[in-house]
């Protein structure tokens, strides 16, 4: 709570035999626009071949505990 956030990294596994890429890019450029409205850069990220879909974004931050 409270931290400023610095940057976000990327997790994607899709099943790419199965999914049309342009839904996968629609599915990243929604968490694109969600880093944009932060003000924070994608600093990179993973992508794999996966059987199910799986996304997620991690995100670092900078906090200083106040005594």
């Known amino acids: 709570m409270g931290g400023k956030p610095i940057f976000a990294l990327a997790i ?3 099943p790419l035999e199965k999914m049309p890429v342009e839904v996968i ?3 990243i450029a929604g968490g694109e626009s969600v880093c944009a409205l932060a003000g924070i850069p994608i600093a990179g990220g993973h992508s794999i071949d996966t059987l199910e879909r799986s996304t997620g ?3 670092s931050a900078w ?4 005594k």
Not at 63 to 66: G, K, P, R, T
């Open 12 to 14: 994607v596994g899709m």
């Open 25 to 27: 890019q629609r599915i």
């Open 57 to 59: 974004w991690s995100r």
């Open 63 to 66: 906090s200083i505990e106040e």
